[in-house]
């Protein structure tokens, strides 16, 4: 995993990446500095990434998180902060109402170091577990073709199916 | 301050076996080749321990993916939930 890997995706689809990883981003800032008797998050797409480490002792579950809740929500900021980076065309960030018909298929190449592999990964990962959350999806059968939301959701497993086998490549 | 967990270098066959256990538990989200890519960037285990360990997990629902001290098997837990894979300490059967 030393070597850089390149992403190519169209333009449409890194301005539509980049929306949703902004709002992944405002979603963990809503979530607030953890204050100092660290409770579990209220939204439960926030919790499912920081989950109860013991299921039967509820004082070392709530130690556990006084100890690491923070820093996992700090570095899901800072991983979603590096991935909206290497999404950037030109320094700027893209929005899907500024691609135009012609430009939605212009491929981007995305070049990602061994950190920014890390980021996107875990990044991919987290937003597909919100998605999660949001969708109800429990079980491996749940899929409402109907709703577009499913859309995203397998697209991100799509993309993230596709950087890990660029890995093993 | 965010902790570099992939700094952490923590082999398996330096710990002593130990009472705890850190277990990861199935969930319908996380992607077979994503959980078998951490198992083997993470633990360091082989193509075909990480793939077991995985199907484990998918199969039986939960699988042991360490044993050894707590506090090595809650720096595992975090490590774990650091890649969004639902992980959990446990005390060891006796």
Known sequence: MSTKVLMELSLLEAAH??????????????????????????DPAILRLVPDAYRTDDDAAHEFRRL?????????????????????????????????????ETPLIVELDPASVSAWLRTLTSVRLVLATRLGITDDDAHDA?????????????????LLQALED | MTIPLEDIDLRLDAATAGPWQAVVWNDPVNLMSYVTHVFRTYFGYTRERAEQLMLAVH?????????????QMELHVQ????????????????
């Open chain 1, 17 to 42: 990446l980049t929306d949703l990883v902004e709002q992944f981003a405002d979603l963990l800032a809503e979530s607030g500095e953890a204050d100092e008797r660290t409770p579990a998050p209220d």
């Open chain 1, 146 to 162: 109907d709703d577009p939301r499913f859309g995203v959701y397998d697209w991100l497993g799509f993309r993230l199916e596709g």
């Open chain 2, 59 to 71: 199969h039986v629902g939960h699988a042991v993916v360490a044993e050894g001290a707590r506090e």
């Open chain 1, 68 to 104: 690491t809740q923070g820093d996992l929500l700090a570095r899901r900021r800072d991983d979603a902060a590096l991935v909206l980076g290497t999404l950037q065309r030109d320094g700027q960030a893209l929005q899907p109402a500024d691609i135009d018909r012609v430009d939605a």
């Open chain 2, 79 to 94: 490590a774990m939930h650091d890649y969004g894979l639902w992980a959990t300490v446990r005390e060891g059967d006796a």
